[in-house]
């Protein structure tokens, strides 16, 4: 499914809500904006929580402690983002108008909270020597199994480039995906593959994909794709970067020159 909600008058824009909205990809994402001088508190007693910027200028606090938080949109890779476990107060206070990504899910392991700045971040580029160069694209990840195996989650960012694809060849996994995008400039667009349907994606939108649905992307000629990639481990079977089946008429593809 791919849709494009408006801010509520909370100046949020919910996604996914584990008891509520799109309640298959267990999980609670939104998308939050704060003006200028505005503050947000958030404590939880059942759900580790991930913090991203996407644009602004803002300080984050939590046990006592304080990081800045400054990007001046989504393109520019400087990402920056705090994972906490449950029962941990964290507060955003916004020295400009900003917006950034919460993602939630269930977990009853406790852990010490992570700071990631973009240097903590791997960046991978993938795609740029194969298809003539038609799948390349640049991720990011901020934190997976690899480096945070006591999480339940997974998150990172796609910058797909003009004209191009991503997450492809054509894969697909058991643990349920977010998507989130933003357009560069916004009145650009792509095409997101889910399953058998394919939808308009736009700045903005987001999409959830299930269990065996292939979800390709590629962005129009032109305009520069951003995305947020979310996964909710299933329990039991955690998602790795080698989590990857691909469809068999398209396997050729992986080692294709």
């Given at each position: 499914m791919l849709e494009n909600p408006s801010f509520n008058d909370k100046n949020e824009k919910i996604l996914c809500e584990m008891d509520g909205k799109n309640p298959e990809m267990k999980m609670n994402i939104k998308v939050k904006r704060l003006m200028k001088g505005e503050s947000f508190s958030l404590f939880d007693d059942d759900n580790e929580t991930a913090i991203l910027i996407l644009s602004g200028d803002m300080n984050i606090s939590w046990s006592d402690k304080t990081e800045r938080m400054k990007r001046k949109d989504p393109f520019e890779k400087q990402p920056y983002c705090l994972h906490v476990p449950r029962r941990t107060a964290v507060k955003?206070?916004?020295?400009?108008?900003?917006?950034?990504?919460?993602?939630?899910?269930?977990?009853?392991?406790?852990?010490?909270?992570?700071f990631y700045k973009p240097e903590d971040c791997l960046y991978q580029h993938f795609g740029k020597g194969q298809w003539e160069g038609t799948g390349y694209r640049i991720c990011s990840t901020m934190f997976d199994y690899d480096n945070a195996p006591y999480s339940n989650m997974v998150m990172g960012e796609v910058f797909n480039q003009?004209?191009?694809?991503?997450?492809?060849?054509?894969?697909?996994h058991p643990q349920p995906e977010v998507y989130y995008y933003r357009f560069d400039p916004p009145q650009g667009f792509g095409a997101c593959f889910n399953g058998d349907n394919v939808y308009k994606s736009t700045d903005g939108a987001y999409c959830t994909i299930t269990d065996g649905n292939d979800h390709q992307q590629v962005t129009a000629p032109g305009y520069t794709m951003y995305y947020v990639w979310m996964i909710r481990h299933i329990d039991g079977d955690p998602w790795y970067k080698t989590t990857?089946?691909?469809?068999?008429?398209?396997?050729?593809?992986?080692?294709?020159?």
């Open positions: 955003v206070s916004a020295s400009a108008d900003s917006e950034f990504i919460i993602q939630q899910t269930d977990n009853d392991r406790d852990f010490e909270p992570v003009p004209g191009r694809w991503s997450s492809y060849p054509p894969h697909h990857r089946l691909y469809s068999k008429e398209h396997e050729w593809l992986v080692n294709a020159d």
